[in-house]
């Protein structure tokens, strides 16, 4: 029995690293973090989160090809990063799940799924889930919304239903856009992600 727990003992381990939250949620308020290193775009080039601004702000959103939730909200992923690019707001989406590279998130298989899906913004590797550290991260997909000034105004969800569209009653992020593009205040300024934890090494 003893020889038995030994030897589950390595698997176990790493599978709480692999399920490793990172740390509290970047504050509302926030400038964006490590603003000028580059990621790789399924483009081939590479990317920062300065150079995918736009001149009224920037949306990052956490997310991978893998995760139910996020295959979910597939459709409203592309509605809303079309609005956000529409209104001038840069968009970037990052694949955080280091632990997964193996197993439906590597690089090329990030390219297929964005060239399914019609991707026409930034999609890149995040390399030791460096950014999903420096934001807080932990689910896919999970958002974070900046100003003009650079300032982080909204974190969370889409909106808030993840079984699907026709059961929203609130889409909180395009709101959140609404909100800024007009010079208000964001009304609603944290929700909760819900979705896949990030696979950390």
């Known amino acids: ?6 030897s589950v003992l ?18 509302i308020g926030s400038t964006i973090p490590k603003p000028e290193i580059k990621m790789k775009d399924i483009s081939g080039k ?16 956490f997310s991978c090809n893998t995760c139910p939730v996020v295959r ?12 956000a690019a529409d209104k001038q707001i840069g968009v970037i ?22 060239k399914e899906n019609g991707y026409s913004w930034s999609y890149v590797v995040d390399r030791n889930s460096t ?18 000034d650079g300032k982080l105004v909204y974190h969370g969800a889409i909106d808030d239903n993840s079984n699907g569209p026709d059961e929203v009653t609130r889409k909180h992020l395009r709101i959140a856009v609404d909100e800024i593009m007009s010079g208000k ?17």
């Open 1 to 6: 029995m003893k020889k038995i727990f030994l």
């Open 10 to 27: 390595p698997v176990m381990a790493f599978t709480v690293l692999a399920l490793k939250p990172a740390g509290e949620p970047l504050p």
């Open 46 to 61: 590479e990317v920062s989160f300065k150079d995918a601004t736009k001149k009224n702000g920037l949306l990052v959103m």
């Open 72 to 83: 979910k909200y597939q459709s409203r992923t592309n509605e809303i990063c079309k609005y």
């Open 93 to 114: 989406l990052l694949n955080s799940n280091e632990g997964s590279r193996e197993s439906g998130d590597s690089y090329d298989d990030m390219k297929d799924y964005g």
């Open 131 to 148: 950014m999903a550290d420096a934001f807080g991260a932990n689910r896919t997909p999970e958002c974070f919304l900046f100003n003009k």
């Open 185 to 201: 205040d964001v009304s609603m300024k944290v929700t909760r992600s819900v979705g896949c934890s990030i696979k950390r090494l």
